[in-house]
């Protein structure tokens, strides 16, 4: 078990929180990408198999081929999603990061690139197949089917959200499973791509971005992430 510290999101900040990273033996399993809901609507994003790691390679193939149950397909969407956030924190790190007003042509890339990945490796996850995805960088789609696009998505938006309700406080849950596969992809980058940040410590980094977005309001929701994103690091295993 690797241990990790996230600092608070400014160096005056005197909370620490420590959270634990695991080193998959094998590229195990984790997620994918952009889009979500067609509806055009944002409603309960988030997914604890997707997030922490355990979404199977073979699962979103089979969704994607519509052989399985909906609700099978709907977390394929999600993982969609989730893809997006993790190489948007990856290509971050890398500095190679670029957007494409090219929304579905853009997504369609690098889910293509997935589906090569885990044709070949249905037994590994999908965050495996998100690493494997992310070594040839290529422009993300600069926003999603809900609208969400993390340059122009604000603190104070962030903020209201959370205190609201509807659509704009489901943006905002959005906007945390976002942020939290964004940490997960910079420290694949930073750390070691096989360094996975249990769904357990989500609420820490929710807890970072909540604080920060509150004291820098008018900040986007993608520089904000990547401040934060940048204090998380491993720490020697006892």
Same mark, same amino acid.
């Given at each position: 078990?690797?241990?990790?510290?996230?600092?608070?999101?400014?160096?005056?900040?005197?909370?620490?929180?420590?959270l634990l990273?695991?080193?998959?033996?094998? @590229?195990?399993?984790?997620?994918? /990408?952009?889009?979500?809901?067609?509806?055009? +609507?944002?409603? $309960?994003? %988030?997914?604890? &198999?997707?997030?922490?790691?355990?979404?199977?390679?073979?699962?979103?193939?089979?969704?994607?081929?519509?052989?399985?149950?909906?609700?099978?397909?709907?977390?394929?969407?999600?993982?969609?999603?989730?893809?997006?956030?993790?190489?948007?924190?990856?290509?971050?790190?890398?500095?190679?990061?670029?957007?494409?007003?090219?929304?579905?042509?853009?997504?369609?890339?690098?889910?293509?690139?997935?589906?090569?990945?885990?044709?070949?490796?249905?037994?590994?996850?999908?965050?495996?197949?998100?690493?494997?995805?992310?070594?040839?960088?290529?422009? @993300?789609?600069?926003?999603?089917? /809900?609208?969400?696009?993390p340059r122009?998505? +604000?603190?104070? $938006?962030? %903020?209201?959200? &959370?205190?609201?309700?509807?659509?704009?406080?489901?943006?905002?849950?959005?906007?945390?499973?976002?942020?939290?596969?964004?940490v997960q992809?910079?420290?694949?980058?930073?750390?070691?791509?096989?360094?996975?940040?249990?769904?357990?410590?989500?609420?820490?980094?929710?807890?970072?971005?909540?604080?920060?977005?509150?004291?820098?309001?008018?900040?986007?929701?993608?520089?904000?992430?990547?401040?934060?994103?940048?204090?998380?690091?491993?720490?020697?295993?006892?």
């Open positions: 078990m690797v241990r990790a510290i996230v600092p608070g999101a400014q160096r005056n900040d005197t909370a620490r929180m420590t990273v695991r080193k998959s033996p094998i @590229l195990s399993i984790i997620i994918l /990408i952009a889009g979500l809901l067609t509806s055009g +609507s944002a409603e $309960a994003i %988030s997914d604890r &198999r997707i997030e922490d790691a355990r979404y199977a390679c073979t699962t979103f193939m089979d969704a994607e081929n519509k052989s399985t149950r909906k609700k099978d397909m709907d977390r394929a969407e999600l993982a969609r999603f989730w893809l997006v956030g993790f190489l948007t924190g990856a290509f971050e790190a890398d500095a190679v990061l670029e957007f494409s007003d090219d929304e579905s042509g853009a997504e369609g890339i690098i889910v293509s690139r997935v589906k090569e990945y885990c044709a070949e490796h249905q037994d590994n996850s999908i965050h495996a197949a998100a690493v494997s995805a992310g070594s040839s960088p290529e422009p @993300l789609p600069a926003s999603t089917a /809900i609208g969400f696009d122009q998505y +604000s603190c104070a $938006a962030y %903020s209201q959200g &959370r205190d609201g309700r509807g659509d704009a406080k489901s943006l905002s849950e959005a906007a945390e499973f976002w942020a939290f596969a964004f992809g910079t420290v694949s980058v930073r750390h070691h791509p096989r360094l996975i940040i249990s769904v357990a410590n989500k609420r820490k980094i929710v807890r970072a971005l909540k604080q920060s977005c509150a004291r820098n309001p008018t900040r986007t929701l993608l520089d904000q992430t990547a401040e934060i994103a940048t204090r998380v690091r491993p720490l020697p295993e006892r």
